[in-house]
């Protein structure tokens, strides 16, 4: 217990540190977003009404850093994340709470689908080794080796066009609105299915090899030996003994591949413009949208973080080993 | 003591890997364990002790395969049957409950993720399932506490007990469900002098109430001659000579046992000097023709670079040695 509490200090340090850059980055970048607003309006805007862009976005000048980065803090504990100059004069939070559930479920699912199947072929691969499992392995290195974008556009090439089932973009079909109803539900699916599949194809192997290994190294301890010779059932060497300890590194990983699932496929969602967070960020960036920007990377920040602490305890509950006694 | 035989091993082949290059780690080895005996297996390291005791339980890790012979089990109750012919579902009943194994690591023997009082249970849910949850705990207890361990480490996990007793857990598993032969692979060998004593002395303690048969392989000869009632020396896959304890100590007619016996101290006694034996163990790829010991043999002659010398009584007594200096009189087995 006093060992989690450690941990969750450290990581609330952790996430000062990096909320605290999040806010000196931007300000560090030559050019500022009244500047690029200006720009964008043509001229067209009074001084008045740059001066109270300027406040709006935080950037007062009769302002000391200091004082910003408590109003920051304070917005940031309301919930505002400033405004998007894309989306004028939407808040960057409305943005992110409309695109994150898209990401969250696409690649949410799939990292876990992914994560799931590939370590179980991996089990079966490493405990079985020498049998036809043993012929998954070129393929599923040759998969890994694959950038999933790469795979993403291959995909909109070979199965997309007019006569497909498969859309090649966005995450529903033109005309519907967002809704829990039945035109919509089939067809945000439907539109899922492309991109999900490629980040399954592309991300599974990696699951398989590294269980697989994990799976012939535990093999090999003189426990799984004694479990033999104990007369227990193969069944239960393999998952009791070889599969519950050769486990540990991938749940870590998968803990690790949680905290990616919001900035970790960017690319898939550009290849296939799904609505959500990565492509956002991608739109950002090309519209220099900092307030938007700095939000995408609170939000990554924060849910790598998360996914650290997650496979901190997982760690603590799976392995005894690194629980610290009294 | 009787001399009833518990298990007969037979002309027993194990080699690593296939076809020419195949290495013939134990070599038609006869080996016969009696009921409530404590037979020793020593030799130098790849002399093919480990090789024998995972051979004779089936427990060879690939590439090894068991390539001829016969290993007879004589049960309490009923027929004997040969232990390499058994189905799966047969040799999982028949592992621990008539044959178990203390192994080598003693460290590593135990999984690190569960705790003792699993590992315990689990070889009792698996072949005792009709016992109740509270009665396989109970066992599990009265274990530890057969081997001094108290029974309050029951949830205790493997790193959170010293190395000593690790080993007498795995010894008093070994024991949980009964077995009639336990063979102990270099059991204390990673432990410190004092602690190897303590445990083997229990072990024997144990042995006399619980009239269980071992098997105690090790490469400690002094051990074996304290501990053991008969011993085998095996060198290059084979056994070269096999008699009561005290005949090795005080008379062993291999020149190969001789040499094990001068490379230690004894306590008691003139001193003298330590010889040890010459040369290297052989190579099991290219062994040396005819007796695979001649090449370092102080008293080899000419017969032996040429011919294998079987196992054999040399006199009417009931030893047996494999050198060509103690011709035949009337083959084993």
């Known amino acids: ?326 | 003591m009787s001399s009833t035989p518990v298990l007969e091993i037979r002309n027993l082949n194990v080699e690593y890997g296939l076809g020419d290059q195949a290495v013939r780690a134990v070599r038609d080895v006869n080996l016969t364990l009696h009921r409530g005996e404590v037979l020793g297996l020593a030799g130098e390291s790849g002399s093919g002790k480990s090789t024998l005791a995972y051979g004779m339980t089936r427990l060879l890790a690939p590439p090894g395969v068991i390539t001829g012979g016969e290993v007879i089990y004589h049960p309490e109750k009923g027929e004997a049957y040969d232990v390499l012919g058994l189905s799966d579902r047969h040799l999982q009943a028949f592992r621990w409950a008539e044959t178990a194994i203390v192994f080598q690591g003693a460290m590593n023997s135990l999984n690190p993720v569960h705790k003792i009082s699993t590992q315990l249970t689990d070889v009792l849910r698996a072949h005792r399932p009709e016992m109740s949850e509270a009665a396989r705990n109970a066992r599990a207890r009265e274990m530890l506490k057969l081997v001094g361990i108290a029974a309050d480490r029951m949830e205790a996990y493997p790193h959170q007990l010293s190395g000593g007793m690790r080993q007498r857990v795995m010894i008093g598993m070994a024991l949980i469900l009964q077995p009639q032969v336990v063979i102990m692979d270099e059991p204390t060998t990673a432990l410190d002098v004092v602690m190897q004593r303590q445990i083997l002395g229990q072990l024997i303690e144990l042995r006399e109430r619980l009239g269980f048969s071992v098997i105690f392989i090790t490469h400690d000869l002094s051990l074996l001659v304290e501990f053991s009632n008969r011993i085998a020396i095996m060198y290059g896959g084979r056994i070269v000579e096999e008699a009561a304890a005290a005949a090795i100590y005080k008379d062993s007619l291999h020149p190969y046992s001789q040499g094990l016996l001068g490379s230690f101290p004894s306590l008691r006694g003139p001193r003298r000097e330590l010889t040890g034996i010459p040369g290297t163990p052989p190579d099991l790829k290219g062994m040396p023709s005819g007796c695979s010991f001649h090449p370092r043999c102080p008293k080899a002659f000419e017969p032996c670079s040429t011919n294998i010398p079987v196992l054999a009584r040399p006199d009417d007594s009931p030893r047996s040695v494999a050198c060509w200096l103690h011709p035949v009189k009337e083959p084993v087995g």
Do not use: C
């Open chain 1, 1 to 326: 217990m006093k060992y989690f509490l450690q941990r969750v200090a450290f990581y609330l340090f952790t996430a000062w540190a990096a909320i605290t850059l999040n806010f000196f980055i931007p300000r560090m970048v030559p050019g500022d977003p009244v500047q690029a607003l200006i720009t964008k309006f043509q001229g067209q805007l009074s001084s008045k009404a740059i001066e109270s862009l300027y406040v709006l976005f935080g950037l007062d000048k009769d302002k000391s850093v200091w004082q910003e980065y408590l109003d920051y803090w304070n917005q940031l504990f309301h919930g505002d994340l400033g405004l998007s100059f894309t989306f004028f004069p939407t808040p960057v939070s409305e943005i992110i709470s409309s695109s994150l559930p898209w990401t969250l479920t696409l690649v949410g699912i799939t990292t876990v689908i992914s994560f799931f199947l590939g370590t179980g072929l991996g089990v079966l691969a490493g405990w079985r080794r020498g049998s036809w499992a043993d012929g998954l392995l070129p393929v599923t290195t040759f998969l890994s080796s694959v950038p999933y974008f790469w795979l993403g556009i291959i995909a909109i090439y070979l199965l997309t066009g007019p006569d497909s089932f498969f859309p090649s973009s966005g995450g529903f079909g033109s005309g519907l609105v967002p809704a829990w109803d039945q035109y919509f539900i089939p067809s945000a699916i439907q539109h899922s299915l492309l991109p999900a599949l490629t980040i399954l194809i592309s991300s599974v192997s990696g699951w398989i090899l590294s269980m697989r290994n994990m799976m012939v190294t535990v093999s090999s301890e003189d426990y799984i030996t004694v479990a033999h010779a104990k007369g227990l059932s193969d069944r239960r060497v393999a998952l009791s003994y070889a599969a519950r300890n050769a486990l540990l590194p991938n749940v870590s990983g998968f803990a690790l591949s949680l905290g990616f699932i919001v900035g970790g496929t960017l690319l898939v969602e550009i290849v296939f413009s799904y609505p959500g967070v990565g492509f956002q960020l991608f739109q950002a960036l090309g519209a220099q949208d900092y307030p938007l920007m700095q939000g995408i990377f609170l939000i990554i920040t924060i849910s790598v973080l998360v996914a650290n602490l997650i496979a901190d305890v997982a760690y603590l509950l799976l392995d005894p080993r690194t629980r610290k006694e009294g």
